[in-house]
């Protein structure tokens, strides 16, 4: 192994068994490498994250609804925060491109960054289980955790817009419409909105309908702020 490896290694925390998962997962398809690339890794990883976020958010946070503890995940595992953390590792130094792509992109491209962090954490998983996926990716992942609990200290919006209410309007409960859906079957885009004694005060969008309530319960309240 290199002492670049090595270092890398260090870096995030966890030394593997089959140094052969950690190259694999570092390879980029343009390598069209026989010994494989890293998209089946990547494929894996990304459940490895979801499943991880998830279950510490419902852990840590028992008050939180499920749209807020899907608009935390959300904001935790998407593409852009994914390749950040990849560029924080510097995985772009160790990473195997061919020749050709980097030729023609000197950098590995932000999408580059995300499959590969994500294939890193599929080859842990493989590796040494799913605890050492777990305690790499809390740790690797601890201080953004912490930033979208208290960015969104919305834990939950609707409980928050249902407390105003109750304090503004003699204790009426807010009233959630379902709107038309949107998108294809695999990836529906669910709508909402919140209405109080007939008045609209806002609406949102989830991959779910409560995820949708409780983005309009958070536009309402960002109105009402107003």
Same mark, same amino acid.
């Given at each position: 192994?290199?002492?670049?490896?090595?270092?890398?290694?260090?870096?995030?925390?966890?030394?593997?068994?089959?140094?052969?998962?950690?190259?694999?997962?570092?390879?980029?398809?343009?390598?069209?490498?026989?010994?494989?690339?890293?998209?089946?890794?990547?494929?894996?990883?990304?459940?490895?994250?979801?499943?991880?976020?998830?279950?510490?958010?419902?852990?840590?946070?028992?008050?939180?609804?499920?749209?807020?503890?899907?608009?935390?995940?959300?904001?935790?595992?998407?593409?852009?925060?994914?390749?950040?953390?990849?560029?924080?590792?510097?995985?772009?130094?160790?990473?195997?491109?061919?020749?050709?792509?980097?030729? &023609?992109?000197?950098?590995? !491209? *932000? +999408?580059?960054?995300?499959?590969?962090? $994500?294939?890193?954490? %599929?080859?842990?998983?493989?590796?040494?289980?799913?605890?050492?996926?777990?305690?790499?990716?809390?740790?690797?992942?601890?201080?953004?955790?912490?930033?979208?609990?208290?960015?969104?200290?919305?834990?939950?919006?609707?409980?928050?817009?249902?407390?105003?209410?109750?304090?503004?309007?003699?204790?009426?409960?807010?009233?959630?419409?379902?709107?038309?859906?949107?998108?294809?079957? &695999?990836?529906?885009?669910? !709508? *909402? +909105?919140?209405?109080?004694?007939?008045? $609209?005060?806002?609406? %949102?969008?989830?991959?779910?309908?409560?995820?949708?309530?409780?983005?309009?319960?958070?536009?309402?309240?960002?109105?009402?702020?107003?």
């Amino acid at each position: 192994m290199t002492p670049l490896l090595n270092a890398f290694q260090k870096q995030i925390g966890y030394h593997f068994s089959d140094v052969d998962l950690l190259q694999l997962a570092l390879t980029h398809p343009s390598c069209d490498s026989e010994d494989g690339d890293n998209q089946r890794l990547e494929f894996l990883g990304d459940a490895v994250l979801d499943l991880v976020v998830a279950e510490t958010l419902y852990r840590t946070h028992p008050n939180f609804d499920e749209g807020a503890l899907d608009h935390m995940r959300a904001s935790l595992v998407n593409g852009k925060a994914l390749a950040a953390h990849a560029q924080t590792l510097q995985i772009a130094s160790v990473l195997k491109v061919s020749q050709a792509q980097r030729q &023609h992109h000197p950098q590995p !491209s *932000a +999408a580059m960054l995300e499959d590969a962090f $994500e294939a890193l954490i %599929g080859a842990i998983h493989i590796d040494g289980g799913i605890d050492a996926a777990r305690g790499v990716i809390l740790n690797l992942l601890t201080d953004a955790l912490q930033a979208a609990a208290q960015s969104d200290q919305q834990g939950n919006p609707k409980g928050r817009l249902q407390e105003w209410a109750q304090q503004h309007h003699d204790g009426i409960v807010p009233d959630y419409i379902t709107l038309p859906e949107q998108g294809p079957d &695999h990836a529906r885009v669910y !709508s *909402a +909105a919140v209405e109080l004694q007939g008045q $609209e005060l806002g609406r %949102g969008q989830g991959s779910s309908k409560k995820a949708a309530e409780s983005a309009a319960a958070k536009n309402a309240l960002l109105q009402l702020n107003q």
